[in-house]
C-alpha cells in the first residue's frame, strides 16, 4: 500500500535525519515525538514502512516501540535529543499538512 505525500515526507524526513537507520534506543522517543503530531494509524504506517525496509530485527524493535508508545512515556531529554538529531537531518518539526 502507497504511502499518502505527507506520509512519504515525513519517512524521507527520518531517513535523512538517520541515514544509518535509527537506533533501538531512539526508537521510543521516535515514536513519542511523532505520536504527538500525527494520530496513531499514521504513526504505525510510517513504523511498517520503516520497518519493512530494515533488517527483521529492527523491524520487530520498531513494533515495539510503536506499542510502547501508549504505555511509557520518554524523558524529555530522550525526546529533544531525537528532536535535534531529526532537525539536524532537515526536519522542520511542523505538523504536516494534511491537504
Known amino acids: 500500500m502507497a504511502l ?8 524521507g524526513w527520518l531517513r535523512a535525519g538517520y541515514p544509518e537507520g535509527v537506533p533501538e534506543h531512539d526508537y521510543l522517543p521516535l515514536f ?3 505520536g504527538s503530531q500525527l494520530a496513531n494509524d499514521e504513526v504505525t504506517l510510517i513504523g511498517d514502512e520503516l520497518a519493512f525496509s530494515s533488517d527483521p ?6 513494533k515495539k516501540a510503536i506499542g510502547a508508545i501508549t504505555d511509557t512515556t520518554p524523558s ?3 525526546i529533544a535529543r531525537v528532536r535535534s538529531h531529526l532537525a539536524a537531518g532537515g526536519w522542520p518539526l511542523a505538523k504536516p499538512d494534511h491537504e
Open 32 to 34: 513519542a515525538l511523532l
Open 4 to 11: 499518502p505525500d505527507f506520509l512519504t515526507k515525513i519517512v
Open 57 to 62: 530485527q529492527s523491524g520487530e524493535a520498531i
Open 76 to 78: 524529555d531529554a530522550d
